[in-house]
Every structure is written in C-alpha cells, then in structure tokens.
C-alpha cells in the first residue's frame, strides 16, 4: 500500500476540508499520513494517521527561509516523512513557494535535472489535458532550463498521461522560429535540432491557440506560464458567471437557460481544475503535487490518489529513463 504525506494547512478552506479528502483517498486504499492542526480536524477516517503539526508557513514572505527556519512546520514535517522513506509521495494544500522550498531541501533534485519545474495537466473540454510547465517555479531561465523543461513534459506526458509522441511547443509571440526572445530563438533552435533525440517538437504557438489540438505540451518560463494559467482560468471563470447571468435575463432566457443547464454543468465539470489534482513538481528525486488553495475536498482526494497512483507506476523512473534516452540530463562539471 502506498503511502502518501499531506500538508494539510494552508488551504483556503481550512485543514478539516483537506482531513476530509484525505478520508476519501483512504476509502481508496492510500495509507494518508496528514500533517495539520490536530486541534482543528480531531478524531480521522480509517486508513488517515494525523500527526499535530500547527505551525504553517504557507503565507510566509520568503517561503525559502521560513522553510529552513521552521523545522515543525507541516510542509516540512510532511517532507521530511518522504524523504525518510515513511511515505512514498507528497501532497500540499499549501503555497507553492513553500512546498518547492521544502522539495528541494529535503527531497532534493533528481540527478541531472537543473531546476524542478511545476507541471499541470490543464482540462481541455472534449481533448486530452495540456501539460503546461513552467507555470510558477522558476521566474526566469536560461536556454538550457527551458530545454530540459520540453524534455521533461514530453517524458511526463508518455509516462503518466499515455500520449504517444506529444507535441511539444514553446509558448511565444507568434509561430515563426525568428519570434520571441533571444532566449526563446535559441531553445527554438536547439529543440529544432533535438527532433531526433525522441522530441516531437511542433515549434511556437501563440497564446490564441494554445489549447488548441495541435500540442500536448506546452513550454513557457514560470512568470510567464504563471500569467498565462491564471488569465486561462479567470477567462473560463468569467464566461460560466456571464453565462449564469444571461440565463436570468428574462422569462425567455430562464427557459433557455433551463434547457442548456445540462451542457453548462458539463462544461463546468469538464473544465474543473480539481480532476486533476493540482500541480506536479517535476524534476525532484520523489513525487510532489501542490494543490490549488481553493480546493474542496475533492481535489485533495484526487490530488492523493494522483501521487499514489505516480508511485505504483514508477512516474520517477520512467520520466528519469526518457530524459536520460533523449541526451537531456545535465552534464556533471569536469575538475
């Protein structure tokens, strides 16, 4: 049975939501080790081991120093359980910031990688998801991250997501190979002459079509990627509440929008960020998913099974063994 460890502070609706998909996980056969306010969440399912750990450093400042400083905080106790070998995989409802400080000190990164990158697979109604990384790690990277990005995503999205042969782009300001930053011209180039290192790089995209058919994954430096998903996420937001509003109009658009609430709800569940669990922290030794503060529940049972499930199928490994075939892993110095 695979273990996974929770940091169950910081999200936006408290630990006890969290305790609550940590049951729903555990009704699922994840042994949950769950690392939060015992003083909040009181007695837990079966299958969910609570360890009282208040202290949280998810809002801090500077999430690097408060991880370092604060060795009883739950994102830490949490990944040091993994990093011992208590538990297989981690999970945190808390900061980004936090969780990747934490990753990286206790987790450390994989051998080869330069620097970890946060992957989502992003819902795409009637499609498969599109894999975007990075979209909040690094704020800025060279060349040689954002190649090492492409391969890891085109790894990621065989092993995990079962895509043969994804398509792998870099998001810029038009199609053509002279569009961009010197930075991007030169991944460009360098992912053009990789096409036969096992990538299948289909060149630029624009952000007009981005979620369309034609990628798989989609590469793009933190800040930018960051922008990008939450601009995504509040258009698609923006357009279930217009929507909402325009069915109540009038007596006309009630009985339309009575009629077309079925597709709405659909589309809504299509689109949910929670089905898939939150964000992978590629490029670290173990498994780590940080969720969206704002999950119910349900996303944090799904992110739980999504680890467990990273595990049983060797995501790690099979990542490592693709990078390694395609030439991308990080040479070590010569003395």
Request: hydrophobic share 45%; with cysteine; aromatic share 4%.
């Amino acid at each position: 049975m695979v273990t996974v460890a929770v940091d169950g502070n910081g999200a936006d609706l408290g630990p006890e939501e969290v305790a609550r998909g940590a049951a729903v996980a555990a009704q699922q056969g994840v042994r949950v080790l769950l690392f939060a306010d015992g003083a909040r969440i009181g007695s837990v399912a079966p299958g969910v081991e609570l360890i009282d750990a208040p202290v949280s450093v998810a809002k801090a400042a500077d999430p690097a120093y408060a991880v370092r400083t604060n060795p009883d905080a739950s994102i830490v106790q949490a990944t040091v359980a993994v990093a011992e070998g208590r538990a297989q995989a981690l999970v945190s409802g808390g900061s980004t910031g936090s969780a990747l400080a934490a990753g990286l000190f206790h987790l450390k990164r994989d051998h080869g990688i330069y620097r970890p990158a946060l992957a989502l697979p992003l819902p795409r109604p009637g499609l498969r998801p599109l894999l975007i990384l990075d979209v909040g790690a690094n704020v800025t990277c060279r060349p040689e991250h954002l190649v090492q990005f492409a391969h890891m995503g085109s790894a990621f999205a065989q092993a995990v997501m079962g895509v043969d042969s994804p398509r792998v782009a870099l998001l810029s300001n038009g199609e053509e190979a002279a569009k961009g930053t010197p930075d991007l011209k030169e991944v460009y180039e360098r992912l053009t002459s990789a096409a036969g290192a096992g990538l299948n790089f289909v060149g630029n995209v624009e952000g007009t079509h981005a979620l369309s058919d034609a990628v798989d994954v989609l590469v793009s430096d933190g800040f930018t990627g960051n922008i990008a998903l939450k601009l995504i996420e509040g258009v698609s937001h923006q357009t279930l509440v217009l929507l909402r509003d325009a069915a109540h109009r009038s007596l006309r658009s009630r009985l339309g929008g009575f009629l077309l609430r079925p597709s709405i709800d659909g589309l809504r569940e299509e689109i949910d960020p929670e089905l898939t669990g939150g964000a992978y922290m590629l490029g670290l030794r173990q498994i780590g998913i940080v969720c969206h503060g704002r999950f119910t529940r349900r996303g944090f049972a799904r992110a739980i099974e999504v680890a467990a499930r990273g595990v049983q199928e060797d995501v790690i490994g099979r990542t490592r063994a693709a990078l390694e075939q395609a030439g991308a892993l990080r040479q070590p110095s010569m003395s």
